[in-house]
């Protein structure tokens, strides 16, 4: 039911996008798409700082690998950082290349009973490759925004269309991005125990998503729509003086629309974890807990048991073993 | 076991269909053998924590306090506020499901609520609805009501993870589950919800200075019990010091070693060595105890158990702390001691007196892991290994989750083992190091009224176990925590009979030759060794 609801949303989110477009232009070229821009910055700005402003009271960094310990036995710096710099390469590998989810494996009891371990890199795949290729088009998408278009602008472009199929020449990207969403959706539908877990929120973000993107190719591929105007709109909104010129296709303002929608609804959502990946204590803190003093800022006293209140109560029976006392 | 336990065949048909109800209706059953009982009454007073009533999680009415869920409301604040853990693994969670088939309990049960994703849910959907815009939505953005069903839930699944953190390892953004447990815990104990098995030895704890509540003449008797069946085995006197002024060395211990089998012959194991070495140190009867359940009850627990041992270690002068084989205690001793008990600016940086060796990775805590300083004396030939002692021993060690995923000691216990013993085999590659399995007992739930789910979750442990059994003929289980000491026998008997368990201490004092001892013929547990031509070699 969830996935439903949520494809209804975004399907009506659509139809607004494409009516509202054509109706009222201003409205969705132009307000709206500023309005989640600000909604976008402020909110990430606020949770970013509620996060990091939020103490970390432990070094509870988890280990994957040797810990630094005796000289001569070999210790894993990327798995169990030691060290400021490690950390940074720990992270970036996470960040970057979503290392931990590499790791994946299936585990299933087979007879004997044999707990079998198997490869699951799909997941792993498919998140690399959606992260990687919206990067890429975002980036792709700078030659709206921008007059001159940048030469490593137009090589991205180049290379993205490197097979040269169809006209327009078609983009890696939009295959790859599509293929990922697919899978990814696909994997919350199918798999009983993730469609389990699986909210609206997390229907939502895909379908917004796959939205998004099938909005972007049908503009380009199907429609071929003119894209000066468009550009004109992008130059407008970016050097604050827009305007929605004449002749605009309703589909681009579904693209549009969706786009605002995912940028407002980031910094309320699931999609923070862009952010939060950079905070979270078990990775981003070198395991060196031994070496150096983490400081808890709130380190409130508390109720303990001294050594005095001990030999007190138990003073008899610690003369009576012949155990030294303090206070004889 | 009495009769209703599940034989292995029928507990390993495991259903991973998960229910078509939406699990945002709480719905749970106590059921025998899966549940722990409630902490008692006594033990929650003595420590000071609130409701100490009499009441068990089957009761309808948990006697909660009439404005409860203010208190679980304002303490969720509190933490969200104080633990940046806490509020991010509330927020970033994208659901991927890639920790499901990591715990050892959904493994072993295949109750879907037992998936970590599933159990932070328990939370997260609780912190939606009072903590965030969107939660005002309810079941449509994930959120509930917190009611008494939802608490119930979190005591039932709260209490059924041993915060191993091997979902952790796996979660792209290093989502903690026991991170989660352990805020979950103590939500729950701000309204008197607790489980025996944890809250009576942090009470005794409290009191005594160990788990087991044995005083100070206890704690002499079972040493002294100790030395005498040394000398027995050995023909070595051996005057084991407690409470020593001016030692250089404080030794801390989990009790069990001095309470327990097989931790017992760990016990006797470290005072071989030390004996052996001529090491300068001290047991203490007031620091008589280096695990700290209040892991498993709180981070304020933790902080008021552990501060005995900074503490007698000033009193007693001593150098620095050398710390015994003990899963969570070295948790705590690792990432906690410094930072709530520190700092031990009044100890010196660790050497070992034998080698020379400083132990540059506890330059500040001044802790040393009874691993790492026995590996370096190996290294350095301070010690006469025999391992064809230990021939009669097919070894394999199970890492515990705690040294694995806290510190990442792996190799130098290996290196003792591999010293000690001339059969020695690793279980599979996703079931040991990081990767390592739960003994499906830790964090407080080693109790026998929650034996089901012991089983269940020590599955895949004992699995990997059954394979190096059948495949190599290992016929022990070696490891360096006394949770696991503990609570791996009984798996071992129900999964893969015929495997002992034991220290890797104690294997090394098996092969250890001492100067003066009588010819072994037995190990530290009184088994023959095999009499081979004994192949004496200098490690």
Redesign the interface.
Known sequence: M?AF?SLILVLLLSIAGYFGGSAAGTFFGIIIPYAAIAVFLVGLVY?IL??AN?????????????????P?????RL??P?SGTATVIRMAL?VLL?R??F???????KDG???V?SERKF?WLA?LAFHWTFLFILFRHLRFFLEPVPGCVLIAQELDGFFQIGTPILYMTDLIILAALAFLLIRRLA????R???????YFALFLLLGLALSGVVLRYFIKTDISGIKELAMGLVTFSPAVPAGIHPIFFIHIFLLSILVAYFP?S?L??MG??F?????NLA?N????????P???P??????EE??E??RD??K?????L?KV | MSEETLS?EQL?Q?D???SKKN?LDPTVEFRKGTYCYSGVAKHVKYL?LPNPREWQPTDSDWKLPPDWKQIILDGMKER??????F??FM????????C???CHFY?GSGD?KN?P??RA?LLRSVYRRYF???GKLGK???ARDLDEGVLKEWFYYFYQCTEC?RC?????????TA?ITMIGRELLNLVGCNINWVIEPVSNC????NHLGI???G???SMEFAAEDLEEITGIKIEPP????GAEILFIIPSADYFASPHYYTLLGYMLLFKEIGLDYTFS??AGEGGNFGLFTS??MI??LN??IY??AK?LGVKWILGGECGHMWRVM???M???N??ADFLEEPVSPLTG?R???????K?VHIC?FT??LI?NNKLKIDASRNNHRKVTFHDSCNP?????????PR?ILRKACNYFYEM?E?TI???TFCCGAGAGLGTDENLEMRMRGG??RA??VK?VHDKYGVNLLSCICAIDKATLPTLMDYWVPGVEVGGVHELLANALVIEGERERTTDLRGDEMEQSGAETTDA
Request: aromatic share 12%; hydrophobic share 35%; with cysteine.
């Open positions: 969830a609801y949770r509620l996060w939020t103490p970390v009271p432990f070094r509870i960094t988890a280990t994957c690998g040797q810990q630094k310990s005796l001569w036995i070999q210790s894993n798995d169990n030691a996470e979503f931990s989810l790791r994946n494996t299936k585990a299933e009891i009973p044999r707990l371990f997941l998140a798999d009983v125990q993730i389990y877990i699986s909210l609206f929120a997390d309320f699931k923070m974890h939060g990946v905070l979270s204590p078990t990775r395991n807990n031994r070496t150096k003093r983490h400081i808890n709130w380190n409130h508390v109720k303990v048991h001294t050594y001990w030999e109560e138990f029976k610690i009576a073993a012949g155990l030294p303090e | 292995p390993v495991i991973y269909t998960p699990w000071d969200l506020e104080k633990y940046r853990s509020r991010l927020d970033i969670c994208v659901r991927c499901g890639a499901a088939d990591k493994v879907p998936m994703v599933m849910e965030t815009a969107a449509l953005a994930g953190r952790s390892v796996f979660c792209p953004y290093g989502i903690d991170e409290f009191r005594t200075g005083q100070p003449h704690f002499k008797d407690i409470n020593k002024k009867a007031f981070h304020e902080k008021r501060a005995k503490e007698e009193r690792h990432q906690y410094d930072t709530m520190g700092p060796t132990f540059e990775n506890a330059l500040s805590t802790m790492e590996a370096d290294k694995a995923r806290a510190l990442g000691l792996f190799e130098e290196y599979p996703n190091r990081e990767q599955f895949p699995n990997a394979y």
